[in-house]
């Protein structure tokens, strides 16, 4: 995983060239970590182990503890120091190979501290190291994820300075946010208003009652008054029929009397008329 990410920002291509520092060798003689044979089952590719002439001098000058790494250090293969004639300290001299940039596009496996935390900080450096008889590839380094970035934002069209700006102004818009954020009340939210409930209307609150025992006497006055309308209005239409059936009864009798007293006078012409 973390060589793909070296493979693909900085054309990290095989047959890599690994170059190792003096206690790198020691500790993968005491664990017994064959370097030629494991190292590449690490890569997953074939891996040239390297040392400078420095490292070499450095181990011989070790002594006795240091001879066996010695003897496996002859049998690598053999870079040329970045730095001027003449022999330097061992980590002097790696630092100068790494460079500022690693153009030599070289990994490096180093056990001392400080010239590890040296390579962390060049881009395009992958580091080694052995950890209780386990050999590590770790991960990039700020420097080396820095560099990427600032690649892929070259390809897209944004320099250093305009991402800063981009950058200042998204955090501008955050800011403003939050103080939104902070003026709203804080408290329950109101319900959705499709799933309130209509209010009920509350009605008019009426007179207070009165207790039944002292309302039972206006109660009787307020039911005789009606019987006694109802009463009235009962007999005025009794009247009226009354005298319409009256004023027909006059009439009947009148249109007889009329018929009467025609039928007479017919009866007398026609013996008047018989006389003659």
């Given at each position: ?9 900085f ?12 206690e790198?060798i020691?500790q993968c003689?005491r664990?017994?970590i064959?370097i030629?044979?494991?190292?590449p089952?690490?890569f ?5 182990p ?9 181990l011989?000058r070790?002594g006795?503890?240091y001879?066996?790494?010695?003897i496996?250090?002859?049998?690598f ?7 001027e004639?003449?022999v330097?300290?061992?980590e002097?001299c790696l ?11 070289i990994?490096?496996?180093a056990?001392v501290v400080?010239?590890?935390n ?7 450096a992958?580091?080694?190291y052995?950890r209780?008889?386990?050999?590590i590839?770790?991960?990039p380094s700020?420097a080396s994820q820095y ?17 800063k ?8 818009e955050?800011?403003?946010q ?14 959705n208003?499709l ?6 209307t509350?009605?008019?609150a009426?007179?207070?009652k009165?207790d039944?025992?002292?309302s039972?006497p206006e109660?009787?006055?307020e039911?005789?008054?009606q019987k ?21 009864k006059?009439?009947?009798?009148l249109?007889?009397?009329n018929?009467g007293d ?6 007398e ?7 003659q």
């Amino acid at each position: 995983k973390h060589l793909e990410f070296y493979k693909l920002n900085f054309a990290l291509t095989p047959p890599y060239k690994l170059a190792v520092d003096g206690e790198f060798i020691q500790q993968c003689l005491r664990y017994k970590i064959h370097i030629k044979e494991q190292i590449p089952k690490l890569f997953q590719n074939t891996v040239v182990p390297c040392v400078t002439k420095c490292t070499v001098s450095r181990l011989r000058r070790a002594g006795n503890q240091y001879s066996g790494a010695a003897i496996i250090a002859k049998r690598f293969e053999r870079i040329q120091c970045s730095h001027e004639k003449g022999v330097k300290k061992e980590e002097e001299c790696l630092r100068a190979l790494v460079g500022k940039r690693n153009e030599l596009k070289i990994c490096f496996g180093a056990q001392v501290v400080s010239l590890r935390n040296s390579i962390r900080k060049v881009p395009a450096a992958p580091l080694l190291y052995i950890r209780e008889g386990v050999p590590i590839f770790e991960a990039p380094s700020k420097a080396s994820q820095y560099e990427s970035k600032e690649k892929s934002s070259a390809k897209v069209g944004l320099s250093s300075t305009e991402k800063k700006k981009v950058q200042e102004a998204i955090e501008e818009e955050k800011g403003k946010q939050e103080k939104l954020l902070r003026r709203k009340r804080k408290g329950p939210r109101e319900p959705n208003p499709l799933s309130r409930k209509k209010k009920k209307t509350h009605k008019v609150a009426s007179a207070p009652k009165k207790d039944k025992k002292e309302s039972k006497p206006e109660v009787q006055a307020e039911i005789t008054v009606q019987k006694e309308k109802t009463v009235s209005d009962a007999e005025r239409l009794r009247r009226m029929r009354r005298r319409r059936r009256g004023k027909k009864k006059k009439k009947a009798s009148l249109e007889e009397k009329n018929d009467g007293d025609g039928k007479e006078d017919k009866n007398e012409f026609s013996l008047g008329e018989t006389e003659q």
